[in-house]
């Protein structure tokens, strides 16, 4: 009786545990593409960023009319993740500072997310941080830069097709928690002009999110990376990142990402 219970609990143990994603053609392609582009924004170089510092002119639309824009200065940190990176932490810290003075920010570290202005640091809703979150981990170079070794990461070749008169090859990237992003490679320079992924609002309504990158230009160390990326909801510009310039691995202190201790802390927006 006792040689059947444990035979019955190692059976159980073992159907419970995960088994790798299964190395099909169309994955071994996907994954090849994913190498391709990742070699062509820098390889190693790529991998070793440890900062990245954008500067330009970022507008924001509502119902496809512009509504606000202003000078923009985006500082990135991006924190050492280990061998098999956590599915659930991102590993990155930014501050959007706006104006000429910068004395209107947006600030998220880890976990949390504060508007900085000369009143205070207010933080930012739960549903604002959770769509800032997902829209990093679906990032196509937050992926290249952290995600590549998460366990049970899947790169699905999806074919050829031609976005905006460019050919592109389309791979479908899909993690963990069964969370997708497809993202289109341009055939020739191999490097990421757009992707898509799908998300849900807080009434449960299905949008869908696109990015578009181009202008890639050199930015120091090894690396080129785009100057204009543009974002599309449900179909409508929603973002536009117009950068004079972008740079990695400059130096950037931790107070620039961070709040001062001194700091009055306001009460979070209904």
Not at 41 to 48: H, I, T, V
Request: charged fraction near 30%; avoid cysteine.
């Amino acid at each position: 009786m006792r040689l059947l219970l444990l035979l019955i609990m190692g059976g159980s143990m073992a159907a419970a545990q995960v088994a790798p994603p299964v190395l099909t053609e169309t994955r071994r392609e996907g994954r090849r593409l994913v190498d391709e582009a990742l070699e062509a924004l820098g390889g190693d170089n790529y991998l070793s960023i440890t900062t990245k510092l954008e500067k330009g002119r970022m507008y924001s639309f509502y119902q496809r009319q512009l509504s606000g824009l202003s000078r923009a200065t985006i500082y990135t940190k991006y924190l050492v993740a280990p061998g098999k990176p956590d599915i659930n932490q991102l590993y990155i810290r930014e501050r959007q500072a706006f104006g000429k003075n910068e004395k209107w920010s947006i600030l998220f570290n880890e976990t949390d997310a504060y508007e900085v202005t000369f009143r205070g640091a207010r933080p930012l809703s739960e549903e604002d941080i959770k769509r800032y979150r997902d829209r990093r981990r679906h990032d196509i170079f937050y992926i290249l830069l952290r995600r590549l070794n998460e366990e049970g990461m899947i790169f699905e070749r999806r074919g050829r097709e031609v976005i905006d008169n460019k050919p592109v090859e389309v791979v479908e990237i899909i993690d963990g928690n069964n969370d997708s992003v497809t993202v289109y490679f341009h055939y020739t320079t191999k490097l990421p002009v757009r992707q898509m992924y799908a998300w849900r609002d807080n009434r449960r309504v299905r949008h869908e999110e696109t990015s578009i990158f181009d202008k890639y230009k050199d930015a120091g160390h090894g690396v080129v990376l785009p100057r204009v990326v543009q974002r599309l909801r449900d179909g409508r510009k929603v973002f536009s990142m117009f950068a004079n310039s972008v740079q990695v691995n400059v130096p950037i202190d931790d107070n620039t990402l961070g709040l001062p201790g001194d700091i009055k802390i306001l009460e979070r927006e209904p």
